[in-house]
């Protein structure tokens, strides 16, 4: 089953303009990742944040998480068109086996 | 370091057919998982092993899928007898496991099957 889900399903932006995902997701978890997703490639770790964590950043990257809301989101500064792909939150719900629950996606394209 | 190493990058066979796929994690990660990803979704967890054994195979299809992790090291993943459906793209992934408190996975280039 999806734990997360990610909003919008699909987002396109011009090169330079911010992009914002956001990621719901259902039950208790002790932290929450993004992964980028080339066409047709393998998944790439991008962040993690742990539960007792509000706020994290890496490079053009910054990922916020509210625990309350049971929600994420990941703000991409400053795009190229190098970003254009597929982003998923994937949480590790408490009280499992470390799992890595991912949610359906977010395709961002980036027009140059 | 070396990365997590997949075989073979693409398979067609027909259905009712066998296939099997195989992964090779990185050195010292002790959480290998398989994911199944169909076009346009998100990755769906099959099996999830620590080390030798299985932690989780909830969603795996146990009628037709099966997978093991001999010395928890290498893994295969096989579909016997494939359907229709099963066309996807299988990822492998691994990461240092949950002793370490770090859940960072690192996934394969997957292995895109399609089943005619």
């Known amino acids: 089953s999806q734990q997360g889900e990610e909003d919008p399903q699909a987002l396109s932006i011009q090169e330079g303009e911010n992009a914002t995902m956001n990621c719901s997701y259902k039950?208790?978890?002790?932290?929450l990742q993004w992964y980028r997703q080339n066409s047709g490639r393998g998944l790439v770790h991008l962040i993690l944040?742990?539960?007792?964590?509000r706020e994290k950043h890496s490079g053009r990257l910054r990922v916020t998480l509210d625990t309350s809301k049971k929600s994420s989101s990941l703000l991409i500064t400053a795009s190229r068109a190098a970003d254009t792909a597929s982003y998923f939150c994937a949480t590790d719900p408490q009280g499992g086996s470390e799992k890595l629950v991912f949610g359906k996606g977010t395709k961002l394209t980036v027009n140059p | 370091e070396a990365g997590v190493a997949q075989s073979p990058r693409y398979k067609i066979i027909e259905k009712r057919q066998s296939v099997a796929f195989w992964c090779n994690p990185i050195?010292?990660?002790?959480?290998l998982y398989w994911y199944q990803q169909i076009l346009g979704q998100g990755p769906k967890l099959l099996i999830q092993f620590q080390n030798n054994g299985v932690v989780d195979d909830s969603q795996l299809p146990k009628d037709r899928f099966s997978a093991e992790r001999l010395k928890g090291v290498d893994s295969t993943l096989k579909i016997q007898p494939a359907k229709l459906e099963d066309s996807a793209v299988y990822l492998c992934?691994?990461?240092?496991?949950?002793?370490?408190?770090?859940?960072?996975?690192?996934f394969g280039q997957g292995t895109r099957l399609t089943v005619v």
């Open positions: 944040i742990r539960s007792n964590e």
């Open positions: 050195s010292g990660h002790a959480t």
């Open positions: 992934a691994s990461s240092l496991g949950f002793v370490t408190m770090n859940t960072e996975a690192f």
């Open positions: 039950t208790s978890i002790n932290n």
